[in-house]
């Protein structure tokens, strides 16, 4: 092997000295250089009196005006202000949230069985999820059930063999002059998550149309339409007639009939239908109702709890000042109130006082509507306090959001010129929602805070029901909330024995004592027109016997509860004679209804 300094003197040997590598190189460059560059550069090249020419040229344009250096800071001090202008704007989009529409949708859930969807010109989509619905379309079940969730405005639930048709797919309904869906045919469950004075849904029926704001309603459609209320109230509408229900009622429509109201039977709360859309209700209620009270938390940001606070009411103001025209600046006040709103929401889930709060919301609304006296203007603080109101009553519908519902009401009685809401049912409203919170009082045994409330609002009972301007349905409702209230207390009393004598007299005066109203039954000729139509149905329509036979079920699901079912079915069952094979299911109907009824 060879040794290190072997090795070193052999290098200092073949490194070459500097001016060996220069002239190395040179040799290289000579023999690589092309000659067709070499000329090609030569004539693309200016010469050298021209390219000082274009060298003067260049000098004279680079020569600063004279007076441009005394303009320059008039520049400065703009370019100044445009940026602090910016910077001002800037500042509000840190400290502020700006609210943002709800992400919520008309959507479609296939519960089971067979559900179908057809949207615009498109034909029949067997569905297997959820589907978002962004046109007028039609939802129709064979043997299955179906749950249509209509934004945070509502949900319709559907039995099997049961077809509707969805209208109005906005974010709350358009009004009166558009229903919100049509029962075409079959059975649903209606609940409602819309407050008093806002547009209610409209559901068209055959025989009449029925509005509802909140509250429960199974509406069934067949040779008759049977509606039964289940919680709160309904509005049944036919020609120019107004027929109020509260829930434990029913009527029934059909052709040219004048309807009647009857108590609902107890045992009916106990059909599987009636319970479980209840039970449905109810974790639909509370899950719309998170979610609501999540977003309204989001928006309001920065609470009155925190030291950044008053940085946020400052971009506030700013924002304010550098908001130009009299529309923009409404729209931003407005903006400002609702944050208040948010705010106070979000002091009551941390535990903290929302007073001051409302008192600035009302205090900002209560000026707009005495400044702004334009029509324009007065209908766009409607129509925020009008979404207020929706969304208060969603996120927080229970004696949590007590205070905020009575900030809103409070504003809609007394804001704008349009009369939105009347001080009488502002009341109304009120004293009904505390009747429904003593109720569950009542129910969950917390007996003490149900006497306190009681005794808080009995002085504001008979008042209200006495005065004039209370509207017809909610005095309705309110003696309804009443002797719900009385019942359950009485059987609470009689059960559990832990209702005091005090208490028990001064509720007893509003036990239902009234008798029920007459039943108006059928003639011959409408009884056997009803038979008729339904044999039609079943035997022109379809020409499967299959087909057949679940028209002919469905058609006699639909009179269960009619007055006159036993009259209906007897005529049924003689013109189906020449059929005996569907005479037979009318048969099985009739043994039926006399082992429940004892009739027939």
């Not at 005529?571 to 009739?590: H, S």
Request: proline content about 4%; aromatic content about 8%.
């Amino acid at each position: 092997m060879f040794s290190k300094a072997i090795l070193h003197s052999i290098r200092q040997f073949v490194v070459p000295v500097p001016g060996v590598e220069q002239r190395i190189w040179r040799r290289v460059a000579i023999q690589v250089s092309i000659p067709v560059l070499c000329e090609l550069r030569r004539v693309l090249e200016a010469p050298n009196g021209y390219q000082r020419s274009i060298w003067i040229r260049m000098q004279d344009q680079l020569i600063v005006p004279y007076g441009f250096f005394n303009n320059i800071r008039f520049i400065k001090w703009g370019a100044g202000m445009v940026a602090a202008v910016v910077v001002l704007k800037l500042v509000p989009a840190l400290f502020v949230v700006t609210p943002i529409a709800a992400q919520s949708r008309v959507m479609v859930f296939p519960t089971r069985g067979e559900v179908s969807v057809s949207s615009g010109d498109t034909g029949w989509l067997n569905l297997t999820k959820e589907q978002i619905l962004h046109e007028q379309s039609i939802v129709r079940t064979r043997d299955g059930e179906a749950t249509v969730i209509l934004h945070d405005d509502g949900v319709i639930r559907l039995a099997p063999y049961t077809a509707i048709e969805l209208h109005d797919l906005s974010n709350r309904p358009v009004g009166m002059d558009s229903p919100t869906l049509t029962l075409i045919h079959g059975k649903i469950w209606v609940q409602g998550l819309l407050p008093t004075h806002v547009e209610p849904l409209h559901i068209a029926m055959s025989y009449g149309d029925m509005l509802l704001h909140e509250g429960s309603v199974s509406i069934e459609e067949g040779t008759t339409v049977t509606v039964s209320v289940w919680d709160r109230r309904a509005i049944i509408l036919r020609n120019t007639d107004r027929l109020p229900l509260v829930a434990g009622e029913q009527t029934w429509l059909w052709e040219r009939n004048i309807p009647t109201v009857q108590r609902v039977a107890p045992e009916t709360a106990e059909h599987a239908w009636v319970s479980q859309n209840l039970d449905r209700d109810a974790v639909h209620r509370r899950d719309i109702a998170l979610l609501e009270r999540e977003e309204r938390i989001a928006i309001a940001g920065i609470l009155p709890t925190s030291s950044f606070y008053s940085v946020k009411r400052a971009a506030e103001d700013i924002d304010l000042l550098l908001t130009f025209g009299k529309e923009a600046k409404v729209k931003k006040q407005l903006e400002q109130a609702s944050r208040r709103l948010n705010e106070a929401a979000a002091l009551i889930v941390a535990g903290g006082e929302p007073e001051p709060l409302l008192i600035e919301y009302h205090n900002i609304l209560q000026t707009l509507g005495d400044v702004v006296s334009d029509e324009g203007f007065a209908q766009l603080i409607s129509r925020v306090l009008q979404e207020d109101t929706a969304s208060i009553a969603v996120a927080f519908p229970g004696e949590e959001g007590s205070l905020l519902r009575q900030a809103v009401l409070e504003a809609a009685a007394t804001v704008g010129s349009d009369g939105s809401m009347h001080l009488a049912e502002l009341e109304g409203v009120l004293v009904g929602d505390a009747l429904m919170a003593l109720l569950e009082y009542v129910r969950s045994g917390q007996i003490i805070a149900a006497y306190d409330g009681f005794t808080a609002i009995k002085p504001f009972i008979n008042s209200i029901l006495a005065k004039e301007d209370l509207g017809s349905d909610l005095r309705k409702e309110l003696k309804a909330f009443l002797s719900d209230f009385a019942v359950t207390l009485q059987r609470r009393r009689d059960e559990v024995g832990d209702i005091n004598t005090t208490f028990y007299n001064e509720v007893a005066a509003y036990l239902p004592v009234s008798p029920q109203p007459p039943v108006i039954h059928l003639t011959d000729d409408e009884v056997q027109n009803i038979a008729r139509s339904i044999v039609a149905r079943v035997l022109n329509t379809f020409t499967m016997r299959r087909s057949r036979e679940n028209q002919l079920f469905t058609e006699i699901r639909a009179i269960r509860g009619h007055p006159d079912r036993a009259r209906i079915l007897r005529r049924l069952y003689q013109d189906f004679g020449e059929e005996p094979w569907y005479a037979a299911y009318v048969r099985e109907e009739m043994k039926f209804l006399r082992d429940e009824q004892g009739l027939l």
